[in-house]
T-cell receptor, first 108, second 116 residues
């Protein structure tokens, strides 16, 4: 069964304190792994797509990496405006299967 | 990036009434759209895949007669919650794929439904 598990469920950081979010997956034929950011009461905002192990993508303070079993979202020197829920999703083709998300809180 | 618009963003209705939520892709054509449901503090659960010009494909456990989906054009899909009850209260989000295959999936802003 295709499955996505994110950890930790919640993460509290001080401004400037770098950390990583984990997304572990099992899927029958990965066709893509996606990271989204979701603010309360809003739809998810697309961040990255990764397609193959070893691939990395960066956007401002965020960097996503992918291995054959998991993906990491590294946050370097986070700011309070980075506070949000970060969702990971995989697709074996067509629909997306989401993890439960990591709720990130960055305090000034 | 691509824009997906949902309307209404929030709606309150009485139990027993039906509510329609629209999802539009504003700057691209989407042959496939997806409808998700999200409960507080939980992740997105796929309800159905909406295919332009054909019947929607529903996920296991989703009532087809309760959640009617119509995808009449390449830019519009609608979700109608029929005879809504308080347990149908939730955050409904649509998404549309830009391009084919595994292209990026863009999400609408979501629609908050409250059934009294």
């Amino acid at each position: 069964e295709d499955q996505v598990t994110q950890s930790p469920e919640a993460l509290r950081l001080q401004e400037g304190e770098s950390s990583s979010l984990n997304c572990s997956y099992t899927v029958s034929g990965l066709r893509g792994l996606f990271w989204y950011r979701q603010d309360p009461g809003k739809g998810p905002e697309f961040l990255f797509t990764l397609y193959s192990a070893g691939e990395e993508k960066e956007k401002e303070r965020l960097k996503a990496t992918l291995t054959k079993k998991e993906s990491f979202l590294h946050i370097t020197a986070p700011k309070p405006e980075d506070s949000a829920t970060y969702l990971c999703a995989v697709t074996p083709g067509g629909k997306l299967i989401f993890g439960q998300g990591t709720e990130l809180s960055v305090k000034p | 990036g691509a824009v997906v618009s949902q309307h209404p963003s929030w709606v309150i209705c009485k139990s027993g009434t039906s509510v329609k939520i629209e999802c539009r892709s504003l700057d691209f054509q989407a042959t496939t759209m997806f409808w998700y449901r999200q409960f507080p503090k939980q992740s997105l659960m796929l309800m159905a895949t909406s295919n332009e010009g054909s019947k929607a494909t529903y996920e296991q456990g989703v009532e087809k007669d309760k959640f009617l989906i119509n995808h009449a054009s390449l830019t519009l899909s609608t979700l109608t919650v029929t005879s809504a009850h308080p347990e149908d209260s939730s955050f409904y989000i649509c998404s549309a794929r830009s391009g084919s295959g595994t292209g990026e999936l863009f999400f609408g802003e979501g629609s908050r439904l409250t059934v009294l």
